[in-house]
Nanobody
């Protein structure tokens, strides 16, 4: 089992920045690929970014490319999502996920999920 706890969400003005953190605990959590997803009210959960267990490979959704950066510190069992130039449409609950089938964009390839953290961008 892997437990995930997100933090760092909040209210920010458009153009601002936030850094989300996802603290992982449990068995061999540092060997899992990690992902960030988001879900806006009334919409389906969507892929945002992912990182391989080594940190050497990253994927991004087109909508956040060049604005968001995913990283991880395996010594701290923590994954980060640095979000810059935030837009109103980035408003959503952000979820951290872990999977042992390699870096992926698909929700179904992740086995463990955090409870989510709210990000609200005011226009």
């Amino acid at each position: 089992q892997v437990q995930l706890v997100e933090s760092g969400g909040g209210l920010v003005q458009a153009g601002g920045s936030l850094r989300l953190s996802c603290a992982a605990s449990g068995r061999t959590s540092s060997t899992y690929a990690m992902g960030w997803f988001r879900q806006a009210p009334g919409k389906e959960r969507k892929f945002v970014a992912a990182i391989s267990w080594s940190g050497g490979t990253t994927y991004y959704a087109d909508s956040v490319k060049a604005r968001f950066t995913i990283s991880r510190d395996n010594a701290k069992n923590t994954v980060y999502l640095q979000m810059n130039s935030l837009k109103f449409e980035d408003t959503a609950v952000y979820y951290c996920a872990a999977g042992n089938r390699g870096i992926a964009r698909l929700i179904g390839l992740y086995d463990y999920w955090g409870q989510g953290t709210q990000v609200t961008v005011s226009s």
